[in-house]
């Protein structure tokens, strides 16, 4: 029989406590219903995640393509398919939900399945406006659920490297860092041609990769506030790119490539790139460049290999040194969806959220918005400045 959130006690502030003092071990034991809304390749991520999970059973997908549902339905054994995520949430009462639709349809569905009492896992970037979000953001709070963002790069090996260096204080204080992911040619195709409407995608390189990089250069400094953003978002290729993919109709909207100069607390600064189309070598490039008074790192990755990418700048014996981490190959590494997914499933398990409804998340959408906002406006603009 399948347990749901309906038989926790809540304590005091209406956190679920399973009966007890809580431990992921203890309610473990409990298995939660999830559902996965919008199947398309990031959905699919969540499908595999949740089945990879004890303790968890995937009960149902929703996915307006009926082709595409019946074969991710059929491919993965998922036992209830729906046209509607709302006749899901009102049938299912799903205790997770995964939210993998287009950037426009990301608040939506989130709220609704918040507001039925579901705690809600969503795609990056959370929602395409500060404003946007922020409505997310009240919706988890209104509901005490736990809303989070799926940052999966953080988890890659060799960012992992970098993070632990920095956490064994060998760094020192970071005072600045460069973070981009450039492509010469890699604006999203396989019909997803949302990716190149302001409308429906909120932006270009800058929202779908740069949020990444801005999330791992924000997580490696520690979480450092953000005071102010400078942008400039470009749109010099982008067309050519997409009139080969999407024939002389498309109509490509956003940037195609995105820099920014980011203002932190305590005179700390960043900088951050993303392209989908530039003159440069071929592939894609995860880049960071971090500076702390102590030690510096680089992390170069070429077409998402781990291996070899990472060098730390120490003085040892005297002399400036090198030092080459050995990072595992990324074949044998776990799939950073199923990282974040797990520590979404602990999350909800620990019956403690309020630290997790939705504000990272936020603090990345809000400062990509700003850049945005820098860029058409030709100023400096300070995060505030966003508030209403
Ligand atoms: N974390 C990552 O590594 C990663 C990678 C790729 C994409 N993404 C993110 O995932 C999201 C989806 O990207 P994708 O590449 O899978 O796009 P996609 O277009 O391939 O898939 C989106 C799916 O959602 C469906 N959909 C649209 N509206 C819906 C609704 N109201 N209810 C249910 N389903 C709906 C579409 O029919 C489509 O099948 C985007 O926000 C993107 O930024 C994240």
């Not at 009462?93 to 995964?98: I, N, Q």
């Not at 008074?293 to 060098?311: C, D, H, I, M, P």
């Not at 998340?361 to 966003?386: F, N, P, Q, V």
Request: charged share 25%; proline share 4%.
């Amino acid at each position: 029989m399948i347990a749901s959130l309906a038989e926790c006690r809540y304590d005091a502030r209406n956190h679920c406590t399973f009966g007890g003092p809580v431990s992921s071990t203890a309610a473990s034991s409990t298995p939660l219903k999830a559902a996965v809304i919008g199947i398309g390749w990031a959905g699919q991520q969540h499908v595999k995640a949740y089945q990879a999970m004890p303790g968890v059973e995937l009960v149902a997908i929703a996915e307006p393509n009926a082709t595409l549902l019946d074969q991710v339905q059929k491919e993965y054994g998922v036992p209830k398919g729906y046209s509607d995520f709302r006749d899901l949430l009102k049938i299912e009462k799903p205790d997770l939900v995964s939210v993998g639709t287009p950037n426009f349809a990301h608040a939506e569905p989130a709220i609704a399945s918040l507001d039925s009492g579901a705690h809600v896992l969503v795609e990056k970037p959370l929602a395409r406006t500060y404003l946007e979000g922020r409505s997310m953001v009240d919706a988890a709070i209104r509901n005490d659920r736990v809303l989070q963002v799926t940052f999966n790069q953080r988890y890659r090996q060799d960012v992992q490297t970098v993070k632990r260096f920095v956490d064994e204080g060998r760094m020192g204080e970071i005072y600045h860092a460069k973070s981009r992911w450039l492509r010469r040619d890699g604006i999203p195709g396989r019909g997803r041609k949302w990716f190149v409407s302001k409308e429906l995608a909120g932006g270009g390189p800058l929202i779908d990769l740069g949020v990444h990089m801005l999330d791992m250069a924000l997580y490696i400094m520690g979480e450092p506030e953000v005071e102010a953003v400078s942008g400039a978002a470009y749109n010099r290729l982008g067309q050519r790119f997409v009139t080969e993919i999407y024939g002389e109709e498309a109509v490509y909207e956003v940037e195609d490539f995105a820099s920014s100069f980011i203002r932190l607390a305590g005179g700390r600064t960043l900088q951050l790139e993303a392209s989908w189309a530039t003159y440069r070598e071929n592939g894609d490039l995860i880049n960071m460049t971090i500076f702390g008074e102590n030690a510096g790192a680089e992390l170069t990755s070429k077409n998402y290999q781990t291996q070899g990418a990472v060098r730390f700048y120490v003085d040892a014996a005297g002399v400036p040194s090198e030092i080459v981490p050995e990072i595992p190959s990324g074949a044998n590494s776990k799939p950073g969806h199923l990282i974040v997914a797990e520590q979404f499933v602990e999350r909800v398990r620990s019956g403690a959220y309020d630290q997790f409804r939705g504000q990272e998340g936020l603090l990345r959408t809000w400062i990509i918005d700003a850049i945005y906002r820098s860029a058409a406006e030709g100023r400096e603009i300070k995060l505030s400045e966003l508030k209403e």
